[in-house]
């Protein structure tokens, strides 16, 4: 069956460290994948898309890589701070289906 | 622009009752989609709408779940009996664009509805 497994539900770090969060997929074969931030009480928020064929993606201080031999996304915010705090949910995509893992909930510490 | 506007934000309702959602998604976007958000299983795709007529249905859970998109700018989701099994938060999203999905699709703020 098909399965978007996030790490830990929840990453605990202090201000101004990377946090690394990851997507594993199994019986996908995802053309894109994206990135959505999610805060309490708020719909997701579109972050970052990489496709099958890019190993890297950046945004200001956000970072993508995608392995598709792997099947896995690695998300990281360098320097972070308390305002990345939030649920980051990474997507699979074909054609115009969004397939969502449960989500990694951050907390940066000042 | 005000983005995709649900309503209503909040519903609470007991078992057997009807429940409609409402969206509105952005204007100049012909891709509409209704997803449901649960502890337990995520977020689900239940419907996804192009140009107005419904194209993927699968994940709309039984019969009681009906949606439908009379025009560009309005969609509904209607539960009819609502279940405790329901109590989930609604999110509507819409996108421009039909082909492959990388394509940005904007999220409303949800509807948190409560089945008891």
């Known amino acids: 069956s098909q399965k978007i497994e996030q790490n830990s539900e929840a990453l605990n770090i202090q201000e101004g460290k990377t946090a690394t969060l990851t997507c594993n997929y199994t019986n996908y074969s995802p053309a894109y994948l994206q990135w959505y931030r999610q805060d309490p009480g708020r719909g997701p928020v579109f972050l970052l898309l990489i496709r099958e064929n890019e190993k890297e993606k950046r945004k200001e201080r956000l970072k993508v890589t995608f392995d598709t031999t792997l099947k896995q996304s690695l998300f990281h915010i360098t320097a972070s701070q308390p305002a990345d705090s939030a649920t980051y949910l990474c997507a699979l995509i074909n054609d115009y289906k969004l397939s969502f893992g449960a989500g990694t909930t951050v907390t940066v510490r000042a | 622009d005000a983005g995709v506007i649900q309503s209503p934000r909040h519903e609470v309702t007991e078992m057997g009752q009807e429940v409609t959602l409402r969206c509105k998604p952005i204007s100049g976007h012909n891709s509409l989609f209704w997803y449901r958000q649960t502890m337990m299983r995520g977020l689900e795709l239940l419907i996804y709408f192009n140009n107005n007529v419904p194209i993927d249905d699968s994940g709309m859970p039984e019969d009681r779940f009906s949606a439908k998109m009379p025009n560009a700018?309005?969609?509904?989701?209607?539960?009819?009996?609502?279940?405790?099994?329901?109590?989930?938060?609604?999110?509507?999203?819409?996108?421009?664009?039909?082909?492959?999905?990388?394509?940005?699709?904007?999220?409303?703020?949800?509807?948190?509805?409560t089945v008891l």
């Open chain 2, 73 to 113: 700018s309005f969609s509904t989701l209607k539960i009819q009996p609502s279940e405790p099994r329901d109590s989930a938060v609604y999110f509507c999203a819409s996108r421009w664009g039909q082909g492959v999905g990388a394509d940005t699709q904007y999220f409303g703020p949800g509807t948190r509805l």
